[in-house]
């Protein structure tokens, strides 16, 4: 009897601890309630208090804390920012390798009609490489019909951005606060010792045409230096100009300047003009900083300040460094054109069907892709190159200085190529395609395995991911 | 309790008193069944079900299930893949596995030994169990920037003046495979170690006396007296170091960043299996996870029937029970 009253008590203040622990979870919530409401009911009525976004990086999640207006506190592990009216901004953030970020999403879409309102996807960001893949699908809204973006307020954005991300019946659905022409990025002082002058327009010159920019390659390694880092490093120059997407119907098709990117970087690593680095891993990382001897990379609009100035800090902002000229090698770097024009990456923002927040996605949307003062504010501040035309043709003809390019007002030339971008061949297979292909030949650079071996294996990889594929047609 | 004057009559009580005991040792044997059928069993049988069936997702559309009989099966054993990559885990988990033994073995013998006096016992037996507490994945993360091309084993060998070029562990076959049997060796040694401490000291010292007495040396000794008794927990850990090895993942997955690079020389079956997961292909990933099942229950079988039959005693009792029979 004894050991039973005790049970009972146990379980007496177990059962109060969980009423009071369930009381303090509800108090707040309920005493908000009001205030937000209050707040909310002059723009939108009822929208939900959880906005839920995903996205795969923190990139979108510093722009929105820096420049979305209605921000009021981001909190301290920055897994929420809550808005000025009581909104609270959930960060879901999944990494991109080997597919991660989409197979979460996918499942989370999956759910998305049975899932509690707070936990529904709000906004969810997409990538270029597989941008199609939602677009044509139902789980994204129409931005002018179901958000209620007008034409008016698109007007400034890119045409391509919004190609790429209008559905087959013709609807938006995504919008973009960043166009991604690629340029190519190189050091200053290697330029100098190697051609001679560090100017862009001279050094654009001898780079034009990828001839030429063979003969600068067999120059810069007579010197010493690299003329690239890796074996990724200018994959997406020769992927992006193509004359065929990668699928159709149920058949690869492997394009001829795809394997001249294969010809091309096989010939560099035996002649010792890369570094046999691989994209993103640390050795490449390290070939963007002070001890580095590379002489340049291929990088999109985003690579510059969200990749590159970072990995360029001899003592990096976390330990207290400054960004400007005398930490490592900020302000070595200029940009030109390169050999072709291709374009890298690029995020969308795209409402989620099923959200609640519909008004509050409309006043993300229009301020961080279509309002031309934040967005130019964004471009100076950040250097990223935003999804204005207006704003980015006043910044590329006013004095604007990059001080990280050594006072070189990059916006103008990315304001060139911009119109250029022809994303027509992109489609939903791309980033498993592109990582398949660069595995599999990283094998043939490393001389492990002969050409017909790596093509075997791409194969292999590509049916194991994508089972309806049935065949791969190589160029002849 | 209740006044024993008043029992009815004794037959009865204890007859109660019997069922209420048993009741309760099925009371407390349900938790564990109602835990493997939830999360073993179900599961099980419903991966082998799903593995004779079309069923993946393509982009966002699901694609089947359509009931195709053995077609999983038919294309697994027509690709030469499922038999390289069988070869490759077994491969890696051998030669980890063999020194791993042979080591312990030696260490449990040594910190056994009375004679020896070892100092610092604990401290060894802590530091060599250390590795196994570290979480696999972290473990080979931590290779995989410690042997990277930039890694400081790298940068210390060049700073020796050992090597002028970095050695590019990761892009060879040897490298890539050597650095994820020497993990698992590290990993697992400790753990072996202290199973067959366990066992060597579970043995009677009365053994060991009498073979002195009787002139045995040490060596001897070890093998005649310990490796015989300590073979049913040989068994025990061959056995699940056979079922680890057969499920190796984690460390070739992340220090390969999942490629199983270079050309797919060290992918292992889970590998294979996690690589159906990318397109959710159940039928697939089913009818890998069925085949490896089979592979490892028959192994498993194997094992213990020559573990277990050379094993002297009993033996002779079956011979003995055969002759009494005639």
Redesign the interface.
């Known amino acids: 009897m004894k050991k039973g009253r005790s049970i009972m008590a146990m379980l007496a203040t177990a059962a109060i601890l969980t009423a009071s622990l369930a009381g303090c979870k509800g108090t707040p919530s309920t005493s908000k309630a009001p205030a937000k409401q209050t707040a909310a009911s002059q723009s939108t009525a009822a929208e939900g208090k959880v906005l839920n976004i995903w996205c795969w990086n923190d990139e979108f999640q510093s722009r929105f804390n820096a420049y979305y207006p209605d921000v009021k506190e981001v909190a301290k592990d920055k897994s929420t920012t809550t808005l000025k009216d009581g909104t609270v901004v959930k960060w879901t953030i999944n990494e991109n390798?080997?597919?991660n970020y989409q197979?979460k999403l996918?499942s989370a879409?999956?759910n998305q009609a049975s899932a509690p309102t707070d936990q529904k996807i709000d906004i969810f960001l997409v990538e270029a490489d597989y941008a199609l893949?939602?677009v044509n699908?139902d789980?994204t809204m129409d931005v002018k019909k179901d958000i209620g973006l007008t034409d008016s307020d698109l007007a400034n954005q890119y045409k391509y951005t919004q190609d790429i991300v209008t559905s087959k019946d013709g609807a938006l659905k995504g919008v973009a606060w960043q166009a991604t022409p690629g340029l190519f990025v190189y050091r200053r002082s290697i330029a100098k010792s190697v051609l001679g002058t560090d100017d862009p327009t001279k050094i654009q010159e001898s780079l034009s045409s990828w001839d030429k920019f063979n003969d600068v390659a067999q120059k810069v390694n007579a010197k010493g230096y690299k003329m690239l880092s890796g074996y990724d490093d200018s994959y997406r120059v020769f992927s992006n100009n193509v004359s065929s997407p990668w699928v159709t119907g149920t058949t690869v098709t492997v394009d001829p300047n795809i394997m001249n990117w294969v010809k091309q970087t096989k010939d560099y690593t035996a002649k010792g003009y890369n570094n046999?680095?691989i994209l993103w891993?640390?050795?490449w990382t390290?070939d963007q900083g002070p001890k580095s001897k590379v002489f340049g990379f291929f990088y999109s609009t985003w690579g510059i300040n969200f990749t590159l100035e970072g990995n360029s800090l001899a003592k990096p902002v976390k330990e207290g460094g400054k960004e400007e000229v005398g930490n490592g090698i900020f302000g070595d770097w200029a940009v030109c054109q390169g050999p072709q024009s291709y374009y890298w990456g690029g995020t969308w923002i795209c409402a989620c069907k099923g959200t609640d927040n519909a008004g509050t996605i409309k006043k993300i949307m229009k301020s961080l892709t279509c309002d031309k003062d934040v967005m130019k504010k964004i471009t100076t501040e950040t250097q990223d190159y935003t999804n204005n035309k207006a704003a980015m043709d006043e910044i590329a003809s006013s004095d604007f200085k990059s001080k990280f390019l050594g006072g070189q007002n990059h916006i103008k030339l990315f304001a060139e190529v911009a119109p250029k971008i022809d994303m027509s061949k992109a489609g939903?297979y791309d980033q498993?395609c592109n990582e398949a292909l660069q595995?599999a030949f990283?094998?043939y650079f490393?001389g492990?395995?002969t050409i017909d071996?790596a093509k075997a294996?791409f194969e292999?990889?590509i049916k194991?991911?994508?089972?309806?594929l049935t065949e791969v047609k190589w160029p002849s | 309790m209740k006044t024993p004057a008043k029992a009815s009559s004794g037959t009865a009580r204890k007859k109660q008193k019997h069922i209420n005991y048993s009741k309760w040792g099925y009371v407390f044997l349900l938790p564990f069944f109602i835990t493997f059928i939830i999360f073993q069993l179900i599961p099980l049988i419903s991966t082998i079900y799903y593995s004779f069936f079309k069923y993946?997702?393509?982009?966002?559309k699901i694609?089947g299930p359509i009931f195709v009989g053995f077609d999983n099966y038919k294309s697994l054993f027509h690709?030469p893949?499922l038999f390289n990559y069988m070869g490759n885990t077994m491969l890696l988990w051998i030669v980890g596995f063999i020194p791993q033994i042979l080591i312990s073995l030696l260490l449990a013998a040594w910190f056994t030994n009375t004679r020896l006096r070892l100092r610092g016992l604990r401290f060894f037996k802590t530091v060599i169990y250390m590795p196994n507490l570290i979480m696999a994945s972290a473990f080979a993360m931590l290779f995989f920037?410690l042997f990277?091309?930039?890694?400081p084993v790298n940068g210390s060998l060049i700073a020796m003046g050992l090597i002028h070029q970095p050695v590019?562990f990761l892009?060879?076959?040897s490298g890539t495979r050597g650095l994820i049997i020497f993990m698992n060796f590290l990993m697992w040694f400790g753990n072996t170690t202290i199973l067959l401490m366990a066992a060597i000291l579970g043995i009677d010292p009365c053994l060991y006396e009498a073979a002195e007495i009787d002139g045995a040396s040490s060596n001897q000794m070890f093998w005649r007296i310990t490796i015989p008794l300590i073979k049913p927990i040989m068994a025990y850990v061959l056995i699940t170091s056979l079922i680890g090895g057969l499920q190796m993942f984690d460390v070739p997955q992340i220090l390969t960043?999942?490629?199983g690079?270079?050309?797919?020389t060290s992918t292992t079956m889970i590998m294979y299996l996690n690589?159906?997961m990318?397109?959710?292909?159940y039928g697939?990933a089913g009818a890998i996870s069925t085949i490896l099942f089979i592979i490892c229950a028959i192994l498993c079988l194997l094992v213990y029937k020559t573990m277990t039959d050379t094993d002297g005693t009993k033996n002779r009792t079956k011979k003995r029970r055969r002759t009494a029979h005639g």
């Open positions: 390798q080997n597919n197979n996918d879409l999956q893949k939602y699908s789980y046999k680095t891993d640390n050795k390290a939903p498993g595995n990283h094998d490393n492990t395995v071996k294996n292999k990889t194991t991911k994508y089972p309806e | 993946f997702r393509s982009g966002l694609i690709s893949d920037a990277s091309d930039n890694g590019r892009s060879t076959v960043n999942g490629t690079s270079p050309d797919n690589n159906h990318y397109s959710k292909n697939m």
